[in-house]
């Protein structure tokens, strides 16, 4: 059967091109991978290979032809004891790919990502009683939370297991992992080689072999060096596998500015991994939520970016003693009620947050402090509830004042809620600076309470 | 564990040799059909073709056991043809459209196969090492026997990652095959303007990982090579290094001019070192099959790749409200 040599698009933007030069004439026997003609692209000169073997019947485009639009017939490749003219006939249907995508524009501007709207009426910020009251509760530190979580949850299953720099024989180098070895055994606990990016892809390959892993970072600062395997092996391979192939993973570890570390060890990651879909980030502040939503992570099918805190590791809180305490992702806690301002914070920035709230209420002002406990999912609802009510709101976090959860949240409640506020959204973050190590300067570079009792002042015009 | 195969003299039935020729020819029509569909506008973004290493993926697989892992980067076509992954699937994701194995929302880099144990397709260079030690390892954990094939280019043996592997791999003795295809480009530079020692399979000395240098394009040489290799796995002896000296015919992706090399040198690959031509020849000197028979399998071929091309271009694109699902498993 005779068919046509197309005009080829040789490139992912090339529309038309030039026949630069033909390798064969009319009579020439070609076969597979012959090199029939050069042809000028958008972006150089290629050359075009035969696909299907047989007899150049008719040159139709001669070379030197400028603008010849891709799929155009250039040439008609006929059978033994064929004529060109069969053509016509023959291979028509395969000039106009009448299926082809539709060309986008790339310059065209997406479809804005529909944000849920909130419910109207929006649902009342409760202090919802996750705890069945006479719980016995027991004062325990963030680190043993953690710990314990994890322990409670390796028990549960075997393809749950921990790995990262020191976490076994050294006993975690914050002390998290403490006890862990010991229980559960080598094969469970692994100490890697200080290797983020390697280890941090080995962790994705095991979960794509059906494991449970908890890769832990000494501290997210270093896992900068895996944010390859984070975003694009761990967040994106279920969307890219359409549906096959998930990623049920813990990356843990401390984020955020501990003590004097200075730039490179004190930096806040809640804004950037929160930017990724596929991934979900939680950020707990106090114990028992650390354990519940750390138990929550590690059941998830979902990679689960868990940022922990060493200035918390050993702060005590009050842990229900039930037999398996878990938190449900997506859903904030109301710590404080007040009817006079929305103070929005997570992890660490929460003390900053009920310290200023206390002082506040001295001063006559209500604030409620929402704790988002998860940044992806977001509990939007609660936020925009606690608005509707109050009419204002602070945000207060540590990370970099560009790009941050408090602008994203400043955003969503002025698309959301704008006709219940009475002043601008205000955002507490840390300043726009590598941290310092001066003990002044690191000071001066985190937001603290006073920041935030400033900010309470403007939004309520008491200043 | 599998009864150990003797490596000293394979025994090449016709079957094999046939059953060789039929894959390696599957692919090559495959890729040319989908460098076709690419020159029509059907196929868009990046395609990397393999017409030319096609022995590689043959021969491993023919060493292969059912349960075995195999992952790579980019230029997959030819290891998802090669597991058994359907034709009209692969195609058909290459064109974006529903009927794909990732429903069109991979395209050409990323398409997995839980039940081929494929597991991508992965477009970051030497990305997928780390994530196929990780296979290796759930396998190792699991305590059964099974071996994990990590290929990669010779381009992605310059990747730090790479070495954070091999030392993972070897410390904890992970069954896994790192097949370095040594296609002697890394896009358009050549192995010897970006590479400091050209023996890539020596890489894994520092780490006391064995490696041997194949003959790419010789089928039987790659499947015995991979049987060597799978049996040091399989004793749990840890992790074995092969590297492929092979070939692209075309450039490293479509829209590849290929300025760096002499179409002479392209030609004199072609003509000498073809790895189907390699096998046609041995099939027709030792007289298993008669140029007919071939002729049978080429055109029983022909039909399957065009069976998957019509089933490519009539498969819908896929609906609107894919945009938003896979994002996240449901908990």
Redesign the interface.
């Known amino acids: 059967m005779a068919t046509e040599i ?7 933007t ?1 529309e038309e091109g030039t026949l630069a030069k033909w390798l064969v004439k009319e009579g020439d026997e070609v076969k ?2 012959d ?1 029939l003609a050069e042809i000028e ?1 958008d ?5 075009f ?1 035969a ?1 299907d073997e047989g007899t150049i019947g008719r040159i139709l485009v001669s070379e030197g032809t400028e603008g010849v639009a ?2 155009t017939p250039i040439a008609v490749l006929v059978e033994e004891g064929e004529s060109a003219d069969d053509v016509a006939a023959s291979a028509a249907p395969e000039a106009e ?1 009448e ?3 539709e060309k986008t524009d790339a310059a065209a501007p997406t479809k804005p990502a529909q944000a849920p709207a909130p419910a109207a009426p929006a649902p009342q910020a409760d202090l919802e009683p996750e705890i069945p009251e006479g719980t016995e509760m027991k004062s325990t530190a963030v680190r043993e939370a953690i710990r314990d979580a994890m322990a409670e949850e390796m028990r549960r299953a075997d393809e749950v ?1 921990v790995m990262g720099e020191e976490v076994a024989e050294y006993q975690g180098a914050y002390k998290v992992t403490q006890g862990l070895l010991d229980e559960f055994g080598a ?1 469970r606990v692994i100490d ?2 200080i ?1 983020e ?15 449970r892993p908890i890769v832990e970072f000494m501290t997210f600062n270093f896992a900068m060096q895996a944010m ?2 984070i975003v ?2 761990a967040a994106k ?10 990623c ?1 993973l813990v990356f843990r570890g401390p984020n955020g500015a501990a003590a004097r570390v200075a730039a490179q060890h004190s930096q806040d990651y809640a804004a950037w991994y929160s930017h990724i ?2 991934l ?1 980030v939680v950020q707990p502040y106090s114990a028992a939520d650390f354990k519940g939503l750390l138990k ?1 992570a590690i ?4 990679p689960v970016i868990f940022l922990e805190n060493e200035i918390l590791y050993g702060r005590s809180f009050d842990v229900p003693q039930v037999d398996d305490l878990t938190v449900p ?1 997506g859903k904030a806690r109301v710590w404080r009620e007040g009817a006079d301002v929305t103070i929005v914070s997570f992890g660490i920035g929460m003390t900053y947050a009920l310290e200023a709230a206390d002082e506040l209420a001295q001063q006559g002002i209500e604030a409620e402090v929402v704790d988002l406990r998860t940044l992806r999912p977001l509990d939007y609802d609660t936020v925009i509830a606690s608005v509707q009510k109050t009419n204002r709101c602070v945000t207060v976090e540590e990370g970099f004042p560009v790009c941050s959860i408090g602008n994203h949240l400043a955003a969503y409640i002025m698309q959301n809620a704008f006709d219940y506020l009475d002043a601008p959204v205000l955002n507490c973050t840390g300043k726009d600076v590598p941290m310092p190590y001066a003990a002044n300067l690191e000071k001066l570079a985190l937001t603290s309470t006073k920041e935030v009792i400033d900010a309470v002042r403007q939004v309520t015009y008491t200043a | 564990m599998a009864t150990r195969r003797t490596t000293k003299k394979p025994n090449t039935s016709k079957e094999d040799l046939l059953q060789y020729y039929r894959d390696m020819l599957l692919i ?1 029509r495959f890729e ?2 989908a ?2 569909l ?5 196929i ?3 395609c990397h073709l393999y ?1 030319g290493q096609e022995a590689v993926v043959v021969g491993l697989e023919a060493a292969a056991e059912e349960g075995d ?1 195999r ?1 790579t980067t980019y230029r997959d076509h030819g290891h998802m043809l090669a597991c058994g992954m359907d034709p009209k699937g692969v195609m058909a994701e290459l ?2 459209r529903e009927g ?7 395209g050409s880099m ?5 039940e081929k144990h494929f ?6 260079v030497g ?1 997928n ?11 190792k ?1 699991r305590g059964n026997d099974r071996v994990t094939f990590t290929y990669f280019g010779d381009g992605a043996a310059n990747q ?2 790479v070495y ?2 091999f ?2 791999a070897a ?1 904890w003795e992970l069954p896994v095959i790192f097949v370095i295809e040594n296609n002697q480009y890394a896009m358009g530079t050549a192995q010897k303007r970006s590479t400091s020692t050209p023996e890539l399979y020596t890489r894994g000395s520092a780490f006391g990982i064995p490696g041997e240098a194949v003959d790419g394009m010789d089928v039987i040489a790659v499947r015995d090579a991979g049987r060597k290799a799978i049996d040091h796995c399989r004793a749990g002896e840890g992790p074995y290094i092969l590297e492929m000296k092979t070939y692209r ?3 490293h992706s ?6 760096y090399r002499t ?1 002479e040198e392209v030609q004199k690959i ?1 003509e000498e070192k073809d790895p189907i031509e390699h096998v046609r020849d041995q099939i027709l000197e030792g007289k298993h099959a008669g140029e007919d028979e071939l002729k049978d399998i080429d055109k029983d071929i022909k039909g399957i790749i065009n069976e998957a091309a019509d089933f490519a ?2 498969s819908p ?1 896929p609906d609107e409200s894919e945009l938003w ?7």
Do not use: C
């Open positions: 197309l005009m080829p698009a040789l490139s992912p090339m597979s991978g090199i692209t972006k150089a000169t290629m050359e290979e696909v891709v799929n790919p299926t082809a995508p297991f094969r890697t080689p290797t990016h390697g280890f941090a892809g080995l962790g994705v390959g095991a979960a794509f072999g059906g494991l390859d395997q694009n092996s391979t279920l969307y890219m596998s359409g549906g096959q192939m998930g049920p879909p596929g979900k929550t059941r998830d099918p979902n992702f | 090559r040319e059909k460098g076709q690419y020159g029509m506008g059907l868009g973004g990046f017409i892992k992952i064109t974006g794909g194995y990732s429903k069109g929302k991979g990323h398409m997995f196969s839980k597991y991508g397709g992965h477009g970051i990305a090492v780390p994530l196929g030690a990780g296979l290796a390892f759930s396998d954990y730090g990652q954070e592997t030392n993972m410390l015919y075309r450039g479509m829209s590849d001019p290929a300025k179409r072609r271009r009539e694109e699902t896979d994002i996240y498993a449901e908990a």
